[in-house]
């Protein structure tokens, strides 16, 4: 079946520097993905989508890359701030399989 | 505006007691969606409506999980003699969804904790 996994539950980066997620998905007929971002105790908060007809998509601060080749997804965020923590969630398709999550630490 | 809203935010229930769980999607948002969210873990699909309809509910882990949206708007989920397993975040969720669900971004209310002791 369907699956996302992403590469690291954790990942700490100093404010100001950007940070990359990155998530893997498996053979896929879906051509739709996600990104949500969760900070405790709220549900999840769309950022970006990307369909597989493209290789990146830009919003503000926010960059997603498509690689179909070795089917992984990426996302970027420039200029870490503290208001970016929170758990970042890769997601795909229409029913939206997700992955589990990637917590994203800000060090002050 | 308003956004999605659940109802309650917390319940903790003994098991084999039945809840209900509220969700206030939108307002004039076609699509509800409903997912379980166990701690550390992403969301899972439960089931979805367009309108009063459910489309979906491939998602529902047993036939003690029921969900309802009787007349398009306001969805109830149910689950009738909780178990522990049961415990977790359900999280409602609506889009737009005029006639594609999967063209519209689905907007997420905070999710209900449910604990089955």
């Known amino acids: 079946g369907e699956s996302v996994g992403l590469h690291l539950p954790t990942l700490s980066v100093q404010e100001g520097d950007n940070s990359i997620i990155n998530c893997a998905y498996s053979?896929?007929?879906?051509?739709?993905f996600i990104w949500y971002k969760q900070e405790s105790g709220k549900g999840p908060q769309f950022i970006i989508d990307i369909r597989s007809n493209m290789d990146k998509r830009q919003g503000q601060r926010v960059t997603v890359l498509l690689n179909k080749t070795v089917k992984h997804l990426s996302l970027q965020i420039a200029a870490t701030q503290p208001g970016d923590s929170a758990v970042y969630f890769c997601?795909?398709?229409?029913?939206?399989?997700w992955g589990a999550g990637t917590k994203l630490i800000i060090k002050p | 505006g308003a956004g999605v809203s659940q109802s309650p935010r917390y319940k903790v229930a003994k098991r084999g007691q039945d809840v209900a769980l509220r969700c206030d999607p939108i307002?004039?948002?076609?699509?509800l969606f409903w997912y379980q969210q166990a701690l550390g873990q992403g969301p899972e699909f439960l089931t979805y409506?367009?309108?009063?309809?459910?489309?979906?509910k491939s998602g529902l882990p047993s036939d003690r999980f029921f969900a309802e949206r009787p007349e398009g708007s306001v969805s109830t989920l149910k689950i009738q003699r909780t178990q522990q397993e049961d415990s977790a975040v359900y999280l409602c969720?609506?889009?737009?969804?005029?006639?594609?669900?999967?063209?519209?971004?689905?907007?997420f209310g905070p999710g209900t904790r449910l604990t089955v002791l």
């Open positions: 409506f367009q309108n009063e309809a459910q489309l979906d």
């Open positions: 997601a795909k398709g229409y029913q939206l399989i």
């Open positions: 053979n896929s007929a879906s051509d739709y």
């Open positions: 969720a609506s889009s737009l969804g005029q006639r594609d669900r999967r063209a519209d971004t689905q907007y």
């Open positions: 307002s004039g948002h076609v699509s």
